[in-house]
């Protein structure tokens, strides 16, 4: 018996015996943990019980698609919940803004696919690395529980699975990854065209001047195999550049020839970095990120740092090299 089976009874009763439910994701919210969220909410909302939707930041416009995208953040003053629904974060520190919901609520379920779970205000805790996002489990969950999947729910679900595959393209993808992506297509008919324009092709022409300057200032380390890309403070608020729009930028420090290892710092403040790294085949990157207290993925994590970028770039340069030869 998976955890996932084990568990589905438990789940089924929190929730039957819960009327007012808060759902909640991680700060910096991306495809994954937005689509978890609006496919959970979809489904509680048609079981009638009292929904509001959390993740600390901003909704980008472009998942509006998803009609339920539009209404995170909107319950700030609601000051109870029965049943408290956590997705796509397992570390208590990433609610930010919103980590006083564990407190207003009376029971709470964590689910999650992050290497470090760390959540032990959770009543029921499913933590399942091995999926390559959050919106695959909740697929199984929802076979498990006999959920009626909905076109917006398989719309959602396939949010999930593509944006944290980069569209099947990450090594985290697998059989069951498109497993569920094939379920949800044949018999929902969601509009993968228009999902993946959205997610994969579409830029704003406006970033431009932004991308000509991470390409002109990357640095190569290692003899090409670590790739450094930095987005200093003046460009972020110029450019007013969200967490979804530098995250796009990424993709030119992980995917040059050669590459395997890649970091990408972002200047958030005076002495304060987002710091994002990436990695090919067996080197973990999660381990890199906990020591600078952040967490993720083996392959994808991140971590905020306190101090000078100097000394971050030494301190990741030194950690590299332990793992890159
Ligand atoms: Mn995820």
């Known amino acids: 018996m998976t955890k996932l089976q084990a568990e589905v009874e438990n789940i ?24 978890c969220c609006v496919a959970m909410s979809e489904w509680l909302v048609s079981k009638g019980k009292t929904i509001s939707i959390f993740a600390d930041g901003d909704i980008p416009e472009k998942f509006f698609y998803m009609p339920k995208a539009r209404e995170f953040n909107q319950h700030s003053a609601i000051e109870h919940f029965d049943l408290l629904i956590v997705l796509d974060l397992s570390d208590v520190d990433r609610l930010g803004v919103w980590n006083s919901l ?9 689910i999650d696919h992050h290497i470090k779970p760390a959540f032990n205000q959770a009543d029921i805790l499913i933590d399942l690395p091995q999926y390559a996002s959050c919106g695959e489990i909740i697929y199984d969950l929802f076979e498990l529980l006999k959920v009626k999947i909905t076109f917006e729910i398989a719309t959602a679900l396939y949010t999930c699975i593509t944006c944290d595959t980069g569209c099947f393209l990450f090594s985290n993808t697998t059989a069951n990854t498109h497993r569920v992506a094939e379920a949800l297509m044949a018999k929902h008919k969601i509009d993968i065209e228009a999902i993946n324009f959205k997610n994969f092709r579409a830029y704003d022409r406006r970033n431009i001047p932004v991308v000509t300057y991470v390409l002109k200032n990357m640095k190569f380390e290692f003899g090409g195999r670590l790739s450094i ?21 990424f993709k030119y420090a992980t995917d040059a020839n050669g590459v395997i290892c890649s970091i990408f710092i972002t200047e958030l403040s005076k002495g304060e970095f987002n710091v994002s790294l990436r990695s ?6 999660a381990k890199i990120a906990q020591k600078l207290n952040g967490g993720g993925h083996r392959n994808a994590s991140g971590a905020t740092y306190h101090g000078s970028l100097k000394d971050l770039k030494q301190i990741l340069v030194s950690e590299f090299a332990q793992v890159i030869d």
Request: charged share 20%; proline share 3%.
């Open 229 to 249: 890309s930095v987005l200093p403070y003046k460009f972020v608020k110029k450019w007013n550049l969200n967490y979804e729009s530098r995250h796009g930028l």
């Open 12 to 35: 089924k009763k929190l929730i039957n015996q819960s009327q007012n439910i808060a759902v909640v994701g991680h700060q910096n919210p991306d495809g994954d943990c937005i689509g």
């Open 102 to 110: 564990t407190a207003k609520s009376d029971k709470i379920i964590v």
């Open 280 to 285: 090919l085949g067996t080197i973990d990157v």
